[in-house]
């Protein structure tokens, strides 16, 4: 079993920054890739970011992309999500997500999921 616990969730106005963090604990040697998903009130949960556990596959929704980036460090068992610029549409809870198996996009291929952490961005 591998648990993910999310921080740095917060308020922030647009154009500002924020950077999650989320931390992995349990099995971590079986990781393969981790995510970044959100999901909106009456919206569905989509993909943000996701990144290889090994090597430097990276991936990026189109709306996120040039503003976000994922990162990870292996030490810590820790992805990042640094936002940058950010908008009022990013206003979501942001959840962390980890698989067994190489990257992926889709929310229904990952197996392991963090509790969220809220992302407020005032216009």
């Known amino acids: 079993q591998v648990h993910l616990a999310e921080s740095g969730g917060g308020l922030v106005q647009a154009g500002g920054s924020l950077r999650l963090s989320c931390a992995a604990s349990?099995?971590?040697?079986?990781?393969?890739?981790m995510g970044w998903f959100r999901q909106a009130p009456g919206e569905e949960r989509e993909m943000v970011a996701a990144?290889?556990?090994?090597?430097?596959?990276?991936h990026y929704a189109d709306s996120v992309k040039g503003r976000f980036t994922i990162s990870r460090d292996n030490a810590k068992n820790t992805v990042y999500l640094q936002m940058n610029d950010l908008k009022p549409q990013d206003m979501a809870v942001y959840y962390c997500a980890a698989r067994n198996y190489i990257v992926a996009m889709d929310r229904d291929d990952y197996n392991y999921w963090g509790q969220g952490t809220q992302v407020t961005v005032s216009s």
């Open positions: 349990g099995l971590t040697f079986t990781i393969r890739a």
């Open positions: 990144i290889s556990w090994r090597g430097s596959s990276t």
